[in-house]
């Protein structure tokens, strides 16, 4: 086995890749930048280096130092983790050249696969097929024409060594294809350097399957389960699931297969990932990730199978852990990626800052993959992923009950959160049909009425005014809820002042979704989520304290949502049938 693992990488994948190791009794050596010095991979590795630097190119992508460090330390192997160096051959051949392992594939495999050219075509070699269309560079307008005559319109036309999207322009017809084809390769030599594209039918709602595989050095390959990774939003993964919802047994083996294959054409070893598109039944090559995804916990609850104890197993030259027929996968997880970003009308603004309080829900099947503790700092140096929050049920249904639940349960403040956006996916029809795509996110879903997480709770509120939180008892329908208020002061009125709540201060719910504006703040909100079953008032209405306002179908009762104080009502914002989420408003009085 290895005696000492390097982790080039930081947050939550340092800190998976530090806990396996440990697991395994293997010493962990952690690098970090300036920024990180106290960073929670930091405080966990067993040794810990100083890079230098602030920004990633003056720290965790600084190839020397990092080498000298491997020196100084003794690491016997590298774990890339992903992003940095997780795909860059220089850096793995640098790495195998001072006979230390680097825990990933041959960096011929991370060659071949890292231009969607060259991937597509080992693929075809091996017999898996790309979506229907060329990977002969387009030289004129006229054979996009003659593509989409032969294939069908839309087409898409692609840069070859472009990447994430950039660079794709959808044609609707052989009118646009002359201006679709100029404008692709005048982008793809803007961005990428180089203005090759290629050309492909166009599927107009796919879903992103991925398969992942891992393979040893003595000649075991196994493809372990596939993740469904549709919701997405600018090619930035928000939810990710395994199994993929309404995905046909024969069609995992067969994607299984050709997973394999493709791994097998470019003689991989490691953990890797090939992306496919599928739509009608049907699934297409897309590329290969030559690294540790993400994403990978999804397939771990529902397999049981430690994928970074895996790749520390193949690194060290022994072979698998299991075969193929051994891997058994049972129930759903669901994959929630919780990034310091501010969600608010579908803006995701990056909304960088100290965490002043991270309390990660617990319970069965719920487990927090995170990088950062309370008091920490998320920097715009770095991504903004603060963790992943997984959760594992019996099937589709209760994995997205749970992950809404705990979800709900999650306490983090100080910054802003996707949280709100995740639980408005979770909940979304589409979602829970499985009816979504890569495009749904972007295209469907309204994100207009999502606000921001709680407040920062150090009190740095709207400009306007500085906003407080309050723990209110409210009654509803004869049964009381305890409710977080987070409201500009002069909007809480007579409210209760902080922590003085219904006498003995009791535990104030948690809301990982929209901050609660109570019923006193003249927005009356519901309490929890449910169904508007009934709408008892009308704009220009007067009311009294305690009428109420609108019937809420939840937890299989019928409740009364009443105003708050007497007022005249300004404002209707739900009808019948409305499915609506804890702190939703349903009117406004003034
Ligand atoms: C496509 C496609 C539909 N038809 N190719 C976008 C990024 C790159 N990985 C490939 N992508 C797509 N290629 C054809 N022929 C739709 C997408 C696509 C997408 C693919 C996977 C995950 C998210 C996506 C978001 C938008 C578009």
Redesign the pocket.
Known sequence: MLTKVLIANRGEIAVRVIRACQELGIPTVAVYSDFDRDALHVRLADEAYALGGQTPAESYLDTETILGIIEQSGADAVHPGYGFFSENTDFARAITARGVAFIGPPPEAIEVMGDKVSSRKAAQAAGVQG?P?TTEFLTSADEVVAFGEEFGWP??I?AAYG???RG?R?VPSAAEAADALASAQSEALKGFGRDECYI?????W?R?VEMQIIADTHGNCVWVGERD??A?RR?QKLVEESPAPDFPDSVRQAMGEAAVKVAKACGYTNAGTV?F?YQDGEF?F??MNTRLQVEHPVTEMVTGIDLVAEQLRVAAGEPLSFTQDEVRRTGHAVEIRINAEDPAGGAFLPAPGRITELVPPQGFGTRWDGGYESGDEISQFYDNLVGKLICWGKDRPTAIARTLRALREFRIAGIATTIPADIAILEHPDFVAAEHS??WVEERLDLTGVSSAPAPSDGAADEDEPKVQRDLDVEVNGRRFSVKVIAPESQLGAAAPAGAAGGAKRKPRRSGGGGALAAVSGAVTVPMQGTIVKVLVEAGQTVEAGQAVCVLEAMKMENNITAGAAGTVTEVKVAPGDTVGTGDVVCVIE
């Open positions: 979506v269309g087409v898409a692609k990447g994430g999207g794709m959808v492909e039918r166009y599927l107009t796919p992103h990774c549709s997405q090619h992306e598109l297409y897309l590329e890569t495009k």
